[in-house]
């Protein structure tokens, strides 16, 4: 069976770039609903940005220990959003509107991954992510050794990557997704489409040097 790493682009704020990464080959287009980033839009402008996606693209929408009330907000105005929890919400939290999410993991030397994972059973995924001061990967790698194999959720590589390290991300962890937003920059909020390009095209490098090999 052939292997497919899907892509997620993170932080999209204007229309060029959410086309550019349709374009070439983004599985999941990442919208930023917390205020204190510098790529956070409103719920509004996720919305018509969202209604510029072709079908099979799904917009994600993060949020930072955000009002339920903002949250359902959002799902009204993007129904087909997937959520993306990064701050410190608790199971319930995260599950109580029967929406499909993902939960951001913090990864550090002491953070028990499988115990994580297993309080977070209803989660689509998890997306791990370095452990900075604040919230978000801040544009850094952490260390792909703290890995466990045999995640019992589905994986999103985040944290630092770029097309440089991207291909040694995936044949490390063998995540379901990579999640990428400063990685792809020319500037905070402003995506850059030849970086983009070139991300897209090294995981597709990592996914045929994984099917190479397992022939």
Same mark, same amino acid.
């Given at each position: ?13 204007? +229309? ?72 410190? +919400? ?114 597709? +490098? ?10």
């Amino acid at each position: 069976m052939t292997t497919r790493t899907r892509i997620k682009i993170c932080g999209l704020t204007r +229309e060029a770039d959410l086309d550019t990464a349709v374009e070439c080959g983004a599985d999941a287009i990442g919208f930023v609903l917390y205020e204190r980033s510098p790529r956070a839009i409103s719920i509004a402008r996720a919305a018509e940005l969202a209604r510029r996606l072709p079908p099979f693209v799904t917009p994600v929408a993060l949020f930072v220990n955000a009002a339920p009330e903002q949250v359902q907000a959002l799902l009204e105005a993007v129904p087909n959003a997937l959520l993306q929890f990064h701050g410190d +919400e608790a199971p319930a939290e995260c599950a109580r509107y029967g929406h499909p999410y993902l939960r951001a993991a913090r990864m550090a030397a002491g953070l028990a991954l499988l115990d994580f994972a297993s309080s977070y059973t209803s989660a689509a995924g998890l997306l791990l992510d370095a452990h900075v001061e604040g919230y978000g990967g801040g544009g850094k790698a952490f260390d792909w050794s703290l890995v466990p194999h045999h995640v019992p959720l589905p994986v999103v590589l985040s944290g630092g990557l770029n097309p440089a390290n991207v291909i040694d991300g995936i044949l490390h962890v063998r995540p379901w997704a990579v999640d990428v937003s400063s990685g792809v920059e020319s500037a905070k909020g402003i995506k850059d489409a030849v970086l983009m390009r070139r991300f897209c095209e090294a995981v597709r +490098e990592a996914d045929a040097r994984i099917a190479d090999a397992a022939d």
